[in-house]
T-cell receptor, first 112, second 114 residues
Framework: DQQVKQNSPSLSVQEGRISILNCDYT??????FLWYKKYPAEGPTFLIS?????DKNEDGRFTVFLNKSAKHLSLHIVPSQPGDSAVYFC???????????FGSGTQLTVLP | NAGVTQTPKFRVLKTGQSMTLLCAQD?????MYWYRQDPGMGLRLIHY???????AKGEVPDGYNVSRLKKQNFLLGLESAAPSQTSVYFC?????????????FGEGSRLTVL
């Protein structure tokens, strides 16, 4: 029973266009959400986070949107660059689950 | 600037053998974690520690044991390896609990159990 779901295993985008990565969760107690990026043969690295008291958080080219009523969050990358090609993991925590629960990841490929 | 270091990076075991994965962090973090990554499953928490001398079970603890005798080290042990434990293992550490703080990950240890 996956509480954090990333239904798209892969996504391809042209350089310069917008990349939108989606994440759904089922646990209504989750109140903190993070995105991590992972390159091959490396560990995941933190990208951006959002608390449930907000619906948007921006950091440069990266914006995370949270829709609590739909239990959905998305990561927007604008403009996308070839160096953004990586696996992106969504993660969430809250309620009794004080440790992070990760999604299965989405492989983003930005085509030059 | 080492951060989180895992050893070994690669290991092949036969069913029933035992081994220990070592994680070391030089950031003076209180919290440390062991995750496994499997295709289509994302990262799943095996065990974690909220400070020296403490350990707790995560989502998938069966078949693993851990110890945190020193603040900077977190060991993951497999007493009797099984093919189902073939995976990539990641250690991570953080200042505060992973639910509000950023996790810093090691590069991973790829384990194959034949």
């Amino acid at each position: 029973d996956q509480q954090v779901k990333q239904n798209s295993p892969s996504l391809s985008v042209q350089e310069g266009r917008i990349s939108i990565l989606n994440c759904d969760y089922t646990n209504s107690m989750f109140d903190y959400f993070l995105w991590y990026k992972k390159y091959p043969a490396e560990g995941p690295t933190f990208l951006i986070s959002i608390s449930s008291i907000k619906d948007k958080n921006e950091d440069g080219r990266f914006t995370v949107f949270l829709n609590k009523s739909a239990k959905h969050l998305s990561l927007h990358i604008v403009p996308s660059q070839p160096g953004d090609s990586a696996v992106y993991f969504c993660a969430a925590s809250g309620g009794s689950a004080r440790q992070l629960t990760f999604g299965s990841g989405t492989q983003l490929t930005v085509l030059p | 600037n080492a951060g989180v270091t895992q050893t070994p990076k690669f290991r092949v075991l036969k069913t029933g053998q035992s081994m220990t994965l070592l994680c070391a962090q030089d950031m003076n973090h209180e919290y440390m974690y062991w995750y496994r990554q499997d295709p289509g499953m994302g990262l799943r928490l095996i065990h974690y520690s909220v400070g020296e001398g403490t350990t707790a079970k995560g989502e998938v603890p069966d078949g693993y044991n851990v110890s945190r005798l020193k603040k900077q080290n977190f060991l993951l042990g497999l007493e009797s390896a099984a093919p189902s434990q073939t995976s990539v293992y990641f250690c991570a550490s953080s200042w505060s609990g992973g639910d509000t703080g950023e996790l810093f990950f090691g590069e991973g240890s790829r384990l194959t159990v034949l």
